[in-house]
Each structure stands twice: as structure tokens, then as C-alpha cells.
């Protein structure tokens, strides 16, 4: 830790912890070519190589570290296809558990278009996509992980957000589609992007916050596997938005029961936890339904994702309960939704 931002990291995450919170740290592949760990990967060989356009070069004989353009600037990246690399890491991760009481880290970056340079020579002669693999693999180690970038890791205990999405409407109506693409390739632990949009720079001085994004954007995660805010709401919200954003997450406390029996039974099967209403209703219709999503096999739930406050609402066969209306589908009703309400529908058996 940096000792002028965080003069005592230790009693700063004791402190967290009392009051109940985990702490989870930001890291990356990359390192800063201006510093002590730079010059001692560099030194061991634990970065990734350039070959300086020479393709007939091996790797013991190249000493140069590659520098690849990221949205942070110019870094070396770590070798992780060389097990003393892996090794370095984890040594690094597991003092920071151990010192500080870490308890888990966000494992950023990763994407294979890093790993995609003409010059770039690695210990094992490897894809790019195998890079952002072995990148994952690092945080099985940890009970608490999460990752943007993935490969091949359907399956495992790893949480998967979706890419940053910018602080529009347009993006917003991406989260759910994109979600069932993640679930039905089997990551059950999916993040839909911070809430609002997670693209930086939606978030610079001077950038303009739609709060009625804000809150739908809070609405559409607030049944999801999880939910995660970008800005702190109650520093870009007013109180009306602010009670709205509340109100969403009181609900998700209500129904944390079932999320986790959701969550569960994703675990032992393998079946996705958000999917598309063609999984449990093929053959109806429901294809290219893009806008509402099914919490496993008893919550339909269909968010605002426009700016428009009505939407309709397809019904499949059975009956549905909503403020203890029963609606009989199949069926398709047209609703106008206030600001603090996500509108969401039990199957009645």
C-alpha cells in the first residue's frame, strides 16, 4: 500500500470489517514499468517478451518485457504461462490476506485483445485466449474473486461481470441479454455491470448523471445474482431517486431467501440461474424476449430498460401473482411503472 494514500491499510480494513463489510482489492495483470516490481520481474523473466519483430527468436533469448498499450496507459503484463510467475503472484496475494486481512480481489483486465501482439513472446508458446485462462485460474484460490474477462471457465467458482457498459440507455438494455449469453455457458456468479455504467469515463468531471437511469439501471440488477453500484447513490442521487434506489434494494433483502436457493440449485446442476423465458417455456413464442428474465423457475421479472415507463409484459402458460393480482397467461399486458417499482411475478403453482 501506498503509504501517503493509505497511512494505516491495516486499521483502515479492521475497521471495514467491524463494521461488516468485506474488503476486496482492485488488481490487474499489468505493471508499471517505472517501479521496484517491474525491475524484479523484469530481471527474473516473469513478464511477458518482445521479440522485436524477430519471430525467429526464442524465448532464452529474449530479455526485453513487452509494453502493451491498456486503457491506463503503457505497462508490462505478467507471464503467467511460467509457473514462477504464478508463483510470484499468489506470494503477493496471500501476504496481503495474511498482513491485511484481505478477503478476496477483483481481478481485472485479462481479455485476450491484450495478449494479441505480433511481437509478444510468453515461457509457453500459448493462444491469447489460454493467457486470459490462466488469469482466471488464480482466483480459485480465493473465496471472494471477480472477473471481467474470461475463458473456458463455465463452472467454476469464479464471479464473471459483464464488460463495462457505458452510462446510457442503450447499454442498459443490453445487461439482460447479455447476462443469459454468460448463465447459459455456465457462469453461474454473474455481475451485470455496475450500476449506471461501468465505463470510467461516464463518470469524469463534468459528465452529466441521468438519475432516472440510475434507478432503473439499480431496478434491472436488484433480482440478479448480484448487484453492484458504480457511483455511490446517495452522492449522485437526489432524495426522490435516492428512496427509489432504497426501495430496490429493500426488495432484493426480501427475496435474498430465494436468490440463494436459486443460486444453490444453479450450483448442483449446472442449469443457469437467469435464463431467457424460451428455457423453461420453449416453443411459445418467447424466443426473442430480450427484456424480461426468469429467477429461476418462479420469479419473472421484467425491468424498465427504456426510458420509457411502459412496457408490456409477456405471459407464459400458468398463473402468474403480482400484488396479489393473478394474471392467467398466455398472455400480454401493458404496464405503466412508477419510478421506485420493478415489476416482478411469482408463478403460482
Known amino acids: 500500500f501506498n503509504k501517503e494514500k493509505f497511512p494505516d491499510a491495516k486499521e483502515m480494513i479492521d475497521e471495514l470489517h467491524k463494521l461488516g463489510f468485506k474488503v476486496m482489492l482492485w488488481i490487474c495483470p499489468f505493471i508499471s514499468p517505472d517501479s521496484e516490481a517491474f525491475r524484479e520481474l523484469s530481471t527474473k523473466?516473469?513478464?511477458?517478451?518482445?521479440?522485436?519483430?524477430?519471430?525467429?527468436?526464442?524465448?532464452?533469448d529474449i530479455s526485453k518485457p513487452l509494453l502493451i498499450n491498456w486503457w491506463n496507459g503503457y505497462s508490462a503484463c505478467l507471464d503467467l504461462s511460467n509457473p514462477d510467475t504464478k508463483q510470484w503472484l499468489?506470494?503477493?496475494?496471500?501476504?496481503l490476506h495474511m498482513q491485511y486481512g484481505v478477503d478476496g480481489y477483483k481481478f481485472d483486465a485479462g481479455d485476450a485483445l491484450y495478449y494479441n501482439n505480433p511481437n509478444l513472446v510468453s515461457f509457453k508458446k500459448i493462444m491469447p485466449n489460454d493467457h486470459s485462462l490462466m488469469w482466471a485460474e488464480v482466483g480459485l484460490k480465493y473465496p471472494l474473486n471477480e472477473y471481467r474477462a474470461m475463458w473456458k471457465m463455465g463452472g467454476q467458482p469464479l464471479v464473471e461481470r459483464l464488460r463495462d457498459k457505458s452510462h446510457n440507455w442503450d447499454d442498459l438494455s443490453r445487461l439482460i441479454p447479455n447476462t443469459f449469453a454468460q448463465q447459459l455457458m455456465g457462469y453461474t456468479f454473474t455481475c451485470p455491470d455496475l450500476i449506471g455504467g461501468g465505463e470510467i469515463t461516464s463518470f469524469l468531471p463534468g459528465s452529466m448523471i441521468n438519475q432516472k437511469l440510475m434507478v432503473r439501471s439499480a431496478q434491472c440488477s436488484g433480482l440478479m445474482p448480484m448487484m453492484?453500484?458504480?457511483?455511490?447513490?446517495?452522492?449522485?442521487l437526489d432524495k426522490e431517486h435516492l428512496d427509489a434506489t432504497k426501495k430496490i434494494v429493500a426488495l432484493r433483502q426480501q427475496q435474498l431467501p430465494y436468490i440463494m436457493q436459486v443460486m444453490r440449485e444453479a450450483v448442483a446442476t449446472g442449469e443457469p440461474a437467469i435464463r431467457p423465458l424460451e428455457y423453461d417455456y420453449p416453443n411459445q413464442g418467447f424466443s426473442n424476449v430480450k427484456d424480461q428474465f426468469m429467477l429461476g423457475k418462479s420469479l419473472m421479472i421484467a425491468p424498465i430498460v427504456t426510458e420509457n415507463d411502459t412496457r408490456d409484459v409477456r405471459f407464459p402458460k400458468g398463473k402468474w401473482k403480482y400484488h396479489n393480482k393473478i394474471i392467467t397467461g398466455p398472455a400480454v399486458k401493458t404496464y405503466t411503472v412508477d419510478l421506485d417499482e420493478l415489476l416482478f411475478f411469482e408463478k403460482v403453482k
Open 45 to 60: 523473466k516473469l513478464l511477458l517478451l518482445d521479440n522485436e519483430s524477430n519471430n525467429n527468436v526464442a524465448w532464452k
Open 228 to 236: 453492484q453500484f458504480s457511483a455511490a447513490p446517495w452522492r449522485v
Open 90 to 95: 499468489q506470494k503477493k496475494l496471500d501476504f
